[in-house]
């Protein structure tokens, strides 16, 4: 168990960009889950995927954002046309059912500029 | 609707000190709920959680949290502060019957002083 993985750790994109963000969760962990979360705040549901199926989305989640999990392993989370408010950290999470709590990774720094 | 409040964005002991951080949460079925802890830079990581039986949970680094469900509370308690607790917490509410989506507060703060 190596804990989950995200990448990359920083990013820093002109606005306009688009950037792909990967997650590598607990391998037997069925559910994940992606987060944002902005200074000073908690974090922010965006989506959750149970093995490959996306079964809930938040509006946060606007078109220029697409989420996927094939095969039910890694999950990658695609921004298009980057914006000043998309900078944030994104944090990706798996758990293994009801009331285990998640495992965190370390989470994505996008900074767009 | 969910909700979590985390009553003091900031909170300041001295080194030794109890720390006391508050979480009151809203729920329409029976909740689970959880503390995180979040150094800089670094994701969150599990403190403790509650999910049924025994109301006083002890967790990590010295940690426990007691759920009171008449006072629809959770809150966070350490009998004697350490430098190395300074960090962010979140308190975070998930429904029984749900997809385990967890809901977070805002988050407090702690900062320990020698």
């Known amino acids: 168990d190596t804990g989950v993985s995200q990448d990359p750790r920083h990013k820093i994109t002109k606005r306009g960009q688009n950037v792909t963000f990967r997650c590598d969760p607990i391998s037997e962990h069925n559910r994940l889950y992606w987060y944002r979360q902005t200074l000073g705040q908690g974090p922010e549901f965006l989506t959750y995927f149970q093995n490959e199926a996306q079964l809930e989305k938040s509006r946060l989640l606007s078109d220029r954002f697409s989420a996927e999990r094939p095969k039910g392993s890694f999950s990658t989370l695609e921004i298009q046309r980057t914006e000043q408010g998309d900078s944030a950290m994104y944090l990706c999470?798996?758990?293994?059912?009801?009331?285990?709590?998640?495992?965190f990774g370390s989470g994505t720094r996008l900074t767009v500029v | 609707a969910q909700s979590v409040t985390q009553l003091g964005s900031h909170v300041s002991v001295s080194e030794g000190a109890l720390v006391l951080l508050r979480c009151n949460y809203s729920?329409?079925?029976?909740?689970?709920l959880f503390w995180y802890v979040q150094y800089p830079n670094q994701g969150l990581q599990l403190l403790l959680k509650?999910?049924?039986?025994?109301?006083l949970v002890k967790g990590i680094n010295g940690f426990e949290a007691e759920f009171k469900k008449s006072e629809t509370s959770f809150h966070l308690t350490k009998p004697s502060a350490h430098m190395s607790d300074a960090a962010e917490y979140f308190c975070a509410v998930t429904e029984s019957g749900g997809y385990n989506k967890l809901i977070f507060g805002a988050g407090t703060r702690l900062a320990v002083h020698p």
């Open positions: 509650y999910t049924t039986g025994a109301t």
């Open positions: 729920s329409s079925v029976p909740p689970y």
């Open positions: 999470a798996s758990s293994s059912g009801q009331g285990f709590g998640y495992t």
